[in-house]
Structure formats: structure tokens, C-alpha cells
Antibody
Framework: EVQLVESGGGLVQPGGSLKLSCAAS????????MHWVRQASGKGLEWVGR??????????TYAASVKGRFTISRDDSKKMAYLQMNSLKTEDTAVYYC??????????????????WGKGTTVTVSS | SVLTQPPSASGTPGQRVTISCSGS????????VNWYQQLPGTAPKLRIY???QRPSGVPDRFSGSKSGTSASLAISGLQSEDEADYYC???????????FGGGTKLTVL
């Protein structure tokens, strides 16, 4: 069974830092791009960023709202992905989901979609 | 949100409901659309990918379509367990990231 389990959430003061972890199992972790998506209470989903696989040089991209403050990394040997969050703001308060992007052949080109989500970990930024 | 969805939709058991999702040329207009169902207090689940493909285990009551810069999710034979929030998503070539709709709360009356 494909599974993603997040950990590391908690309460942090504005300006502080927190590192989230995501443990993957049940599939070839090294071959998949990983994304983080967050959801503030009662709000919609917001994409945070992505780290690509080794075959794509572990390239990262981020949402404008977190660029320069958040860093995504991965350790393929441990089947882990990470989200390092610095200079946290109250508006970063949310449930953070670790997700997997799946790629499969299509009649023309490729299908790309996020297919697996973890249960999420809650980050609260408050004084 | 970059993608626009109606905030709410409703139907009675057995009815067919549709949820719309509007975007632009940089997202829906040039990429596939995926749909997610989120039950209260749980993580989203994939219901439709690549405009109209159903993952294994998703009932054929769920279907999707896309035309130009808009997409739709249809649920036929509505059941009480379909009551949830539904989100559309697409890759945005300008933002170089996934964009989501604001979500539609589906109520089964």
C-alpha cells in the first residue's frame, strides 16, 4: 500500500522555524516528484512547492508566498521528503500535506497528477 | 484562487449534479484537470485525473470533462456519502506549479 506520513508540526512563534518530514512507503520513492500542499482552517488547498526526482536533478520550485523562506529537500536512501520553514508568519498556519505526483503514458504525451496524500500535519504560527 | 469554482452545490439522492471550474490559457487551457474529494477532517482523495480518467476504485458515477479553459465534474446517482468538498486542480505553466480551485461544498439534501 502506498503511504505518506507527515510529522514535525507544532506551535511556533512568528519569525521562528520548523522542519516537517514525510516518510514514504509502498512505492519506488526515488522515481517520483514530491509536492507539499497546505490548507488553512476552513480554506482551500494551496500548493507550496515541489522537489523533482534525481533524474530531473532534484530541481525545486516554490509558490510565491513561500519562496525564499521555505526549502524542500529529499533523501532517497531513507525514502523521506522534508519541508524546512523559516521566517514563519501567522498566515503560514495550516495543515501541511505531503503528496506524490504520478506520471503515466497518455495517448498523446503524459498524464501528470497528484495521486497520493498524507494525512497532514498541523503547523500553528502564533505568539 | 487561480481556478474559479462555485462555493456550493446541492442535489437530492439519485440526482445528477455538476461542478464547474474555470481557469485560463496557462492552466486549464493547456494542461489536464484533476478533481479531488475531501471529506470533513480528512485529506483530499483523487476522483478524476487528466480531465476524464477515473482511478481504480472510483465509481463510474463520477465523470469529468474539459472544454477550452473550463472543466466540469459530474456526479450521477447522487448518494449521501458524496457530501464533501470538491476541488479542481491543474498545472499552471506561468506559475510553474499546481493551482487549485477554491472548492465547492456539495450538500446532499
Amino acid at each position: 500500500e502506498v503511504q505518506l506520513v507527515e510529522s514535525g508540526g507544532g506551535l511556533v512563534q512568528p519569525g521562528g522555524s520548523l522542519k516537517l518530514s514525510c516518510a514514504a512507503s509502498g512505492y519506488t520513492f526515488s522515481g517520483a516528484d514530491m509536492h507539499w500542499v497546505r490548507q488553512a482552517s476552513g480554506k482551500g488547498l494551496e500548493w507550496v512547492g515541489r522537489i523533482r526526482s534525481k533524474s530531473n536533478s532534484y530541481a525545486t520550485t516554490y509558490a510565491a508566498s513561500v519562496k525564499g523562506r521555505f526549502t524542500i529537500s529529499r533523501d532517497d536512501s531513507k525514502k523521506m521528503a522534508y519541508l524546512q520553514m523559516n521566517s514563519l508568519k501567522t498566515e503560514d498556519t495550516a495543515v501541511y500535506y505531503c503528496t506524490r505526483e504520478r506520471v503515466e503514458p497518455a495517448p498523446i504525451g503524459l498524464y501528470y497528477y497528484i495521486d497520493v496524500w498524507g494525512k497532514g500535519t498541523t503547523v500553528t504560527v502564533s505568539s | 484562487s487561480v481556478l474559479t469554482q462555485p462555493p456550493s452545490a446541492s442535489g437530492t439522492p439519485g440526482q445528477r449534479v455538476t461542478i464547474s471550474c474555470s481557469g485560463s490559457s496557462s492552466n486549464i487551457g493547456s494542461n489536464y484537470v484533476n478533481w479531488y474529494q475531501q471529506l470533513p477532517g480528512t485529506a483530499p482523495k483523487l476522483r478524476i485525473y487528466s480531465n476524464n480518467q477515473r482511478p481504480s476504485g472510483v465509481p463510474d458515477r463520477f465523470s469529468g470533462s474539459k472544454s477550452g479553459t473550463s472543466a466540469s465534474l459530474a456526479i450521477s446517482g447522487l448518494q449521501s456519502e458524496d457530501e464533501a468538498d470538491y476541488y479542481c486542480a491543474a498545472w499552471d505553466d506561468s506559475l510553474n506549479g499546481w493551482v487549485f480551485g477554491g472548492g465547492t461544498k456539495l450538500t446532499v439534501l
